[in-house]
């Protein structure tokens, strides 16, 4: 699908939505009104629409940033599988310095420039692959459900343990899915949990809670 025909079928199957745990954002989502939602696999125009739902670490993670704007203010602010930008969107929204929206599916972030328009805000966004990178133009660096995984899990909790040595905090979203192990968490500093609301959970396998935590420095 060329990014052109992409933003006229986004707008198509998606709806502005506030049904979720950062109400202040309005993002276009897939819900329950629109046929997309309970299509088959084979009737939708897009091979993985991840974008156009709004996961629960996500969520968490923009409710934290909403509710404690101290912690990325005029500061550099990375969102690193940025999906439907809301990350990015409640760090601009609460004055971050510099925001980065970034996922190196460019529907991803043609969506998060459409929400981001939603919401009056304006943010960078990249379709680079950060992961093993020194970010040294950012302070905060967001990582929203991407333990889904184990063998990049792996691989993403090293590259993170190697930004926190350099002083970056690492905010992690997640809901509790399986490659966030004990072990992974036993290094974190849980900030906070937040109930889903009831649609959030339908779509995702019965989570009734997401977390929000802190990377701890070794």
């Not at 930008?85 to 760090?91: L, M, T």
């Not at 002083?167 to 974190?188: A, F, W, Y």
Request: charged residues 25%; contains cysteine.
């Amino acid at each position: 699908m060329m990014l052109k025909e992409f933003t006229a079928q986004f707008l198509r199957h998606t709806a502005p939505s506030r049904r979720h745990l950062t109400p202040e954002l309005v993002l276009r989502l897939v819900t329950p009104s629109c046929p997309l939602w309970s299509a088959r696999i084979e009737d939708s125009p897009f091979s993985d629409p991840f974008w156009g739902f709004y996961w629960p670490g996500g969520q968490a993670t923009a409710r934290y940033i909403l509710d404690n704007s101290d912690i990325i203010r005029h500061r550099g602010v990375l969102d690193v599988g940025c999906g439907c930008g809301a990350g990015a969107i409640a760090a601009a929204m609460r004055n971050a310095k510099q925001v980065v929206a970034n996922d190196i599916d460019p529907f991803a972030v043609i969506a998060t420039n459409i929400n981001a328009e939603l919401n009056k805000i304006k943010v960078k966004t990249d379709v680079d692959d950060y992961v093993g990178r020194s970010c040294k133009d950012f302070d905060v660096i967001l990582i929203g459900d991407m333990f889904y995984d184990e063998e990049f899990a792996s691989v993403l909790f090293e590259w993170l343990n190697k930004l926190t040595a350099d002083n970056k905090l690492v905010l992690i979203g997640d809901p509790g899915r399986h490659s966030l192990t004990e072990s992974r968490r036993s290094q974190m500093t849980l900030l906070a949990s937040y109930e889903l609301p009831k649609e959030t959970r339908e779509e995702n396998n019965g989570f009734t809670h997401s977390t929000v935590w802190r990377l701890n420095k070794l």
